[in-house]
Each structure stands twice: as C-alpha cells, then as structure tokens.
C-alpha cells in the first residue's frame, strides 16, 4: 500500500504537514511513503505541464492511500490545495484512490468544513472517502486524543478500502 500526505498550506513545514502525516501514521499504523507539501510546487502550479506538478499529481494518483490536508481558511480549504486539485483533470483525477479530508482550524466554529468543502472536491475527482473527514484545533492536536480516536474508530475501514485498491491494481 502506497501512503501518501499531501499539505495544502502557504507555509512550507507547517503544522498542516505535521498533522497530515501524523494522522497517516496513526491511521495506517506505518511511515509515510510520499510527502506533498504542495506550497513548495510554487509558480508551477498556475499553469499546466510544469514537470515537479506532473510528478506530484502522479504521485498522488499511484497512491492508494492518500491524507489530504488543508487549514481552514475563510471557512474552507485554501486556494494553494485548490491550485493543485485542479490539477488533476476530468472526474475520475482521483479514481479510486481512498482519501482522506483533514482540515485544521483555529476553533471548532468550522469543524465541519472537511466533510462540507474539501470531501466532496475529492469524491469529485473520483476519490473514494469511506471515513468522515477530520477536524483537529492547530494549537491542541498534538495534545488531545482526536487523531488517535479517529484511527481506532475509522483506521480499519481506511486500510481494508486502500488495500482492496492494490488487490485490484
């Protein structure tokens, strides 16, 4: 199973990232594969055949498992993840790929922006996303138990959905 973490931050390193691949780890109970930190695709990303974009998005859709990551920003996942998601053409982008939507925010005012916004671009995309996205607090995940209760509660369904992928492929 190829796992993969892709960070939508406009801060390279962030605790985006941090949390994207702690909750993969987590989920899957292994290291990541391939790590995304799409900010630092820079000005390849406004257009289309930009070779480092290329590799990425085909990275992402060789992946059978992949967290996709993002702040919250104005309620919804920022334009950097967007920019990148529109990279990845027509609706089956993402075919069959098992995705997972993280978003991290400031309060729990918009906890549900990961199922509302950013599951349904990936389900869109041909994603297939058998969990509920996760909403973490940037200042308190690394501290409360809501990774960890998320990999118990939806870690196995991930990882049997992401191995019937490699089964089939």
């Given at each position: 199973m190829k796992l993969t973490v892709v960070a939508g931050n406009p801060k390279p390193g962030s605790r985006t990232l941090d949390a994207a691949r702690t909750v993969a780890e987590k989920v899957t109970g292994r290291g990541v594969d391939e790590t995304i930190d799409v900010i630092t695709l820079g000005a390849g990303l406004l257009g289309w055949g930009d070779a480092g974009v290329a590799a990425a998005v085909d990275t992402v859709r060789t992946s059978d498992l992949v967290v996709f990551a993002s702040p919250t920003f104005k309620a919804?996942?920022?334009?950097?993840?967007?920019?990148?998601?529109?990279?990845?053409?027509?609706?089956?982008?993402?075919?069959?790929?098992?995705?997972?939507?993280?978003?991290?925010?400031?309060?729990?005012?918009?906890?549900?922006?990961?199922?509302?916004?950013?599951?349904?671009?990936?389900?869109?995309?041909?994603?297939?996303?058998?969990?509920?996205?996760?909403?973490?607090?940037?200042?308190?995940?690394?501290?409360?138990?809501?990774?960890?209760?998320?990999?118990?509660?939806?870690?196995?369904?991930?990882?049997?959905?992401?191995?019937?992928?490699?089964?089939?492929?």
């Amino acid at each position: 199973m190829k796992l993969t973490v892709v960070a939508g931050n406009p801060k390279p390193g962030s605790r985006t990232l941090d949390a994207a691949r702690t909750v993969a780890e987590k989920v899957t109970g292994r290291g990541v594969d391939e790590t995304i930190d799409v900010i630092t695709l820079g000005a390849g990303l406004l257009g289309w055949g930009d070779a480092g974009v290329a590799a990425a998005v085909d990275t992402v859709r060789t992946s059978d498992l992949v967290v996709f990551a993002s702040p919250t920003f104005k309620a919804t996942y920022t334009g950097v993840l967007k920019l990148f998601l529109d990279q990845f053409a027509g609706g089956d982008g993402l075919k069959d790929v098992v995705a997972v939507p993280l978003m991290l925010g400031a309060g729990p005012a918009h906890a549900m922006a990961p199922d509302l916004f950013l599951k349904h671009t990936l389900v869109e995309l041909g994603a297939v996303t058998p969990a509920p996205g996760l909403y973490l607090i940037d200042t308190t995940y690394t501290t409360d138990t809501r990774i960890d209760d998320y990999a118990r509660r939806w870690g196995g369904a991930l990882t049997a959905a992401a191995t019937i992928r490699t089964d089939i492929s």
